[in-house]
């Protein structure tokens, strides 16, 4: 997505990008919750990501070295799943957020946690999105 375009004098325009590489209800098991017995088993949690980054390079060149291995974004996040535990998915989510913007090079990042704990609900969920600085 054009996001917008810099004029400079003396130069041709440079056209900045956005696009979105979403990945999309991972699985992730986890200890999260507020209770003992909540945090005692892992359960599952779907985690959704959007990474925000200039797409257009890796569109005209088809190579890896110019977006962003989602292969290895989501083993990052499950293993960070692995090392961690939490109480709120809240707290979750920014720790996904911290983890791949210290690896790779974003200009946002969108992270949703969905998990199945409240009965007579589909899910409970929250949502986080972090510009980089």
Request: charged share 25%.
């Amino acid at each position: 997505m054009l996001v917008s375009r810099e004029i400079r004098p003396g130069s041709a325009p440079v056209e900045v990008y956005e696009d979105v590489i979403v990945i999309k209800d991972l699985e992730v098991w986890c200890h999260v919750g507020l209770t003992n017995d909540e945090r005692i088993h892992r359960q599952k949690t779907l985690v959704t990501l959007e990474l925000v980054r200039d797409l257009s390079m890796a569109a005209r060149t088809d190579q890896l070295v110019h977006t962003v291995d989602y292969q290895r974004v989501c083993e990052k996040v499950k293993q960070l799943a692995l090392e961690k535990s939490w109480r709120l998915i809240e707290a979750m989510a920014g720790d996904i957020i911290q983890t791949i913007q210290s690896n790779y090079r974003l200009n946002a990042v969108g992270v949703e946690i969905r998990k199945f704990i409240l009965p007579d609900t589909a899910y409970v969920g929250v949502h986080l999105h972090r510009r980089s600085t």
